[in-house]
């Protein structure tokens, strides 16, 4: 016998569970989490006793026993039982910056792997979400240097994760939706986060009779969101982008640093430097006004630190920050240009992540972005909020951050070299393909292998690590490309390629997903390549 519900009880079952959307924003310090009712248009910050801090936000912090049968403790449990300022590698903070990153010789000397610690947290988010929250949607946020490898990582966590939709959104794209400007606004979002410095110069489309956008999250997975909306896509478009691997932890470094010189700092250190820094955040102090913290350090013992925010900006110019800061905003304004964006034509810079209420850094700001005002959102849970607002209905255009070349053998100088596909600053999905035609390189030759790199970062600056303190170098300008870690790709060749002889027309290009495919023909038989997909590109 059927049993159906009643109207009364349907509604009943409503009242008791919320179904919507979750947004986790990974922080290197705090991790933000933000949940959206599909019948409430206002998101809400999520309380989750024991590991939330205050509603919304969980301290980025993981802690593992040595026992066989391992105990862990994640966000404000490890601060309640004061294991946060622990020195043994038990403790994981710190972690976010490393997940993807190729050098890992100053993950904060953790036993847990920085890609471990963030699976972790993830997963006891998940496991304490209220009760009456029903996830029908998963969006999570990543940084734009190491997109590529983060979504990875992300796919590989997140798919046993009982969600039917998990997508994808960068930061800064996240911030600027969440912002709050009129639709067909150009604004530039700049992002100091715990672990990362990243600026993005997008497009909201709409305004002037059009319809305004109600974004689509990337998909995490690459599969388009069947049947969910049949409206028409509208997008919001990234119109340039550049990011550095710098923020508000090397802040707390080089305040731990200026004091102890000699000495790598602890995380006690490390964590009175912190809030020291913010406290001198407070606009209501004189900038002559000094702060002292004490802390009983088992290496230096019981000293205290005294900092005015004068000192604390000295610090900050000494060390290069601004420089940091003026190279990636030129770079990110020339791939505006690029696109047919000016500074003039922003409607405003809005400014998020901890590093946002540093007063030289939002003074340095307002200077060089006249005439344009700047906007401060709640810098903490702005990029999550941002997030929730990416529902399904537009779709998100966005441009290359690092670009793509292929390995060629040329004629010329006999040699192979570094083809560039797909420069920084590509907008994609491409709407065109690019052409080439591969030759062999030598005599009776059976397959062409396409192997794929990325330039390093093309800054005027870079990020180096001596003795475990973040130091801001000018970079040369000889060009260096990375090879994917990826394995390389064969085409076979039927018949055997002569030596300089063309044999291979090939089509590139960058799908929905942001992946780079490529298809063709063999041009000596006018066989078909099928489309193999080499990877993603970010």
Known sequence: MD??????????SKNTHSFGTLAIDLGNSTTV????????????????????????????????????????????????????????????????????SANKSFANQSNILPEKAGEILIMQIWQNLPKNIKVERLVLTAPVETYRSYRSWLHDICSSL???????????TAAAIGAGLPSGSKLLVVDIGGSTIDMSLVAIEGGEGKADPVAQLIRFDGKDLEGKSKQILRSAKVLG????????????????????????????????????????????LNSS???????????????SINLSRLSLEEILLEKGLLNVLSDLLKQTLASGRANSCELE?????????????IPLVKNWLEENIKPVSLITPPPIEAVAIGALKLTPGVKIKDILNKGVALRCWEKRTNQHHWHP??????????????????????????????????????????????NGIPTIKEKTSEKIFIPWEESSTLIR??????????????????????????????????????????????
């Open 3 to 12: 049993i159906q519900l009643s109207s009364e009880d349907e509604k009943q």
């Open 33 to 100: 989490v933000a949940f959206q009712d599909e019948l409430d248009q206002v998101p809400k910050l999520l309380d989750m006793p024991p590991i939330s801090r205050t509603a919304g936000e969980i301290p980025s912090l993981v802690w593992s026993s040595n026992k066989e049968e391992k105990k862990l403790l994640v966000g404000q449990e490890v601060i309640e039982l004061s294991l946060n300022e622990s020195l043994e590698g038990n403790l994981s903070s710190d972690f976010k910056r490393w997940i993807g």
């Open 345 to 357: 034509n922003l409607k405003g810079v809005v400014i998020v992540g901890g590093g946002a209420n």
């Open 162 to 172: 009982p969600v039917k939709e998990i997508a994808l959104v960068d930061e800064p």
């Open 289 to 303: 006004d000094t702060l002292t913290e004490n802390i009983e350090d088992q290496t230096l013992g019981n000293v």
């Open 241 to 284: 982008k550049a990011g550095q691997r710098i923020g508000g932890r090397d802040i707390d470094r080089w305040i731990a640093n200026h004091f102890f010189p000699d000495n790598l700092p602890s995380e006690l250190l490390l964590n009175a430097a912190e809030r020291l820094k913010c406290r001198l955040s407070d606009i209501s």
């Open 493 to 538: 060749l039927d018949p055997p390629g002569r030596i300089e002889e063309d044999c291979l027309k090939l089509r590139f290009k960058i799908n929905d997903s942001c992946q780079l495919t490529v298809e063709g023909e063999d041009l000596r038989s006018n066989k078909k390549i099928k489309t193999l997909v080499l990877g993603s590109v970010q």
């Open 421 to 466: 596909l797909f420069m920084a600053g590509q907008p994609w999905p491409t709407s065109n393909a690019l052409e080439i035609i591969l030759s062999s390189s030598k005599e009776n030759q059976f397959d062409i292998e396409l192997i794929l790199g990325e330039p390093e970062f093309e800054g005027s600056y870079e990020i180096r690590y001596l």
